[in-house]
């Protein structure tokens, strides 16, 4: 049987397979690592690399004198893992870090859906102007939102009390009372955080088809039906992604009772990003890192939880 110059041709692999050599592999492997080396090595140096010795820090009694000479720290096991169950300072940063996830989450979420509702569903004129304006606080700086936040609360001078004052209501020391302190920082959280929620409900709600509202209106269901039984599940990818950007900000909650309370009054807002803060500036380096990395197991089992809860389901 003889072999036709077609026959050749249809045996022979296209130009692009002839291509995928692995020299020719290799070579593009090397271009590409050459083009991702800055940022491997600026990754590596300012960031794996600190946090890896924050983790062997955790297991050692380093303190800041120890600075000039790290390798005589001496290994604590986990001892300061233990030592953490008889902190009582930590325990109140716990539970007001708890407090403020638990109850700031939802509320940011819940007012991030109803201004995305209302922004979609033509309720509002000037929708883009109203979406610049919710979106602004996430922009702006925390600090400089915090501090102007502190003066709307002051109890002599702050606008809140003053308005109170006008209806004859005797506004509380939002900030100096213990009852109000945590609650008057969740809500400011609250309306700086939502715009970035109300943006990702937006292109959500954008995206479910219109066709379902109008077979739901069809078979009888009202606004609140429709949006429980065709807006929540067609929505839930979003608020689980909403969900866990937000728990975990809120779980390194810092800037605001920074800015604002100092952690008080009576440790009344004292979070556990503040309690790190406090202990790596009274040179507890060791202990310090082995509160951040309970801190850290915290956000991993709340993003599971949040998973768990939120997550795709068969129904």
């Known amino acids: 049987m003889t072999t036709t110059t077609q026959d050749v041709r249809l045996r022979e692999p296209p130009p692009h397979e002839r291509l995928r050599t692995p020299a020719r592999r290799g070579s593009r492997a090397l271009t590409g690592w050459s083009f991702a080396a800055p940022f491997v090595l600026i990754f590596g140096v300012f960031l ?22 790290p390798w005589a720290v001496e290994f604590a096991g986990l001892g300061n893992y233990t030592r953490l169950f008889g902190d009582d300072l930590l325990r109140r940063a716990a539970l007001n870090t708890t407090v403020f996830v638990l109850v700031g989450v939802p509320l940011t979420m819940i007012a991030a ?54 209806i004859g209501v005797d506004g509380p020391n939002w900030l100096g009372d213990t009852r109000t302190s945590l609650a008057s920082i969740i809500v400011m959280a609250a309306w700086r955080n939502f715009g970035t929620l109300m943006v990702i409900f937006l292109a959500g709600l954008q995206g479910i088809p219109q066709h379902l509202y109008e077979a739901a209106t069809l078979d009888g269901a009202g606004r609140w039906a429709q949006f429980r039984h ?9 608020l689980l992604f909403g969900a866990v950007i937000t728990g975990i900000g809120y779980l390194q909650l810092f800037e605001e009772p920074l800015v604002m309370t100092q952690g008080g009054p009576l440790q009344s807002t004292l ?22 990395y309970v801190l850290f197991v915290a956000v991993v089992a709340l993003s599971v939880l949040q998973f768990r809860l939120l997550g795709n389901r068969d129904d």
């Open 48 to 69: 794996l690399l600190p946090v890896a010795a924050s983790l062997v820090m955790s297991f050692t009694d380093m303190r800041a004198t120890d600075m000039r000479t």
């Open 113 to 166: 859906l109803a201004a995305a509702n209302a922004v979609n569903s033509g309720l509002i004129r000037f929708r883009a102007a109203f979406r610049v304006g919710f979106y602004l606080p996430v922009v702006t700086s925390i600090v400089a939102i915090a501090v102007i936040w502190r003066f709307l609360l002051d109890p002599e001078a702050g606008l809140i009390d003053n308005l109170l004052g006008t």
């Open 230 to 238: 065709v807006t929540l599940p067609l929505l839930r990818p979003a």
């Open 271 to 292: 979070s556990v990003s503040y309690h790190v803060y406090n202990q790596f500036g009274l040179g507890n380096y060791g202990y310090a890192s082995a509160v951040s």
